[in-house]
């Protein structure tokens, strides 16, 4: 894979700070407001269960929280975030419409919490865009127009439709309502006394990461909090190492939930307040997450959702008897896609 800019050996720690981004002392987001956002989101994406699963623990060697966020309309997190968003677009009335770019489940989320308030919703996806959740997407209500090989050339089709209909562009990660909904997972996630030692959670765009991390670090300064990305979509891990914007040109995973190639620079700035660390794995780990997470705690997710189980799986002795808690983001997954990528990991 070539990385576009600042090659990666060519960045070294100790190299003069003026080419290296500052981390910021403060991040976008805020605790009073990620508090609030709860009244703005439909119940039945909030409280989520969360369990252990001794069986996974046994095979992890460590003990392990899943905040599964698959129960819900759309199988995914991406509905607390787009709640925010709507609720607050219904109370300002000036936008007829919203577009977003999304791989799938941002647009379902969009389109479901869109239809709850009779607001029409365009969603730009990719041409190898998953069948089922392009399916989803048009079921919940959603205009879909499908081109390009991943998600930018969308993101670009979707600026110019606002541009061109005067509709409110939802950019995930970049709109800070899609991180402080993604962040109310981390009010329930650590409700109890007992806190986590590890929290790892997937990286994508960034509004899960930089949301439930920053809960994290504001009620469990204590927690160590790794994200983990795809090494087939490694553009925020890269920018995250050397805290400046890395974009490549290509990606190739099994992940489309996670996988982009232009990190958000706004975003980068709060991950580097929020996360003490960003690893890679590749596709056969995530494989093995998913099959794990089937066998030992009966979920089906999606591969997105496998990335926290995954970086135990390529670093045991990291985490070996720490308590861990991860996020089980999505479900969004054909079953002969399923059955394919768990039996291809045996």
């Known amino acids: ?12 720690p100790g190299q003069a700070a003026k080419e290296l981004r500052e981390v910021p002392k403060q991040t976008r987001l805020d605790l009073g407001r990620i508090r609030d956002a709860v009244n703005s989101i439909d119940p039945a994406f909030l409280r989520t269960p969360q369990f252990e699963s001794g069986p996974l623990d046994v095979a992890l060697g460590c003990s392990v929280t899943l ?66 959740k392009i399916e989803r997407m048009r079921s919940l209500g959603a205009t879909v127009h499908l081109d390009g090989d991943d998600i930018e050339r969308p993101r670009a089709l979707a600026r110019e439709f606002a541009q061109v209909e005067g509709a409110f562009l939802v950019e995930d990660s970049l709109d800070v309502d ?42 469990s300064p204590s927690t160590k909090v ?20 890395v974009n490549t040109d290509t990606i190739d995973t099994i992940a489309d939930g996670v996988a982009g190639r232009h990190p958000i620079p706004e975003v980068l700035d709060d991950l580097l307040t929020v996360v003490d660390d960003v690893v890679l794995v590749d596709d056969d780990l995530i494989k093995r997450g998913m099959r794990l997470l089937f066998e030992r705690a009966g979920l ?7 990335l926290g189980v995954a970086a135990i799986l390529g670093d045991p002795e990291r985490f070996a008897g720490l308590s861990v808690a991860t996020v089980v983001c999505g479900s969004n ?11 291809e990991s045996r």
């Not at 790794?226 to 805290?243: E, F, H, I, Y």
Request: proline share 5%; net charge positive; charged share 20%.
């Open 178 to 219: 899609t991180c402080e909904g993604a962040a109310t997972i981390g009010l329930e996630l650590l409700a109890s006394a007992q806190r986590p030692d590890v929290l790892i959670i997937a990286l994508g765009g960034g509004a899960l990461a930089s949301g439930v991390g920053y809960v994290t670090r504001e009620l």
């Open 1 to 12: 894979m070539e990385i576009l800019e600042h090659d990666e050996e060519r960045l070294l």
């Open 67 to 132: 905040k599964v966020e698959t129960l819900n309309p759309v199988r995914s997190f991406k509905g607390r975030g787009t709640e925010l968003v709507m609720s607050r677009l219904v109370s300002e009335r000036r936008y007829p419409s919203v577009v977003c770019a999304s791989a799938g489940n941002l647009g379902q989320a969009l389109a479901y919490s869109g239809s709850r308030r009779g607001i029409p919703v365009a969603v730009f996806a990719a041409a190898s865009a998953t069948a089922l």
């Open 333 to 343: 997954v054909t079953p002969a896609d399923f059955r394919a990528w768990t039996m």
């Open 226 to 245: 790794v994200a983990v990305q795809p090494t087939g979509a490694p553009a925020m891990a890269l920018s995250w190492r050397k805290r400046t914007v």
């Open 300 to 306: 089906v997710v999606e591969p997105s959702a496998a």
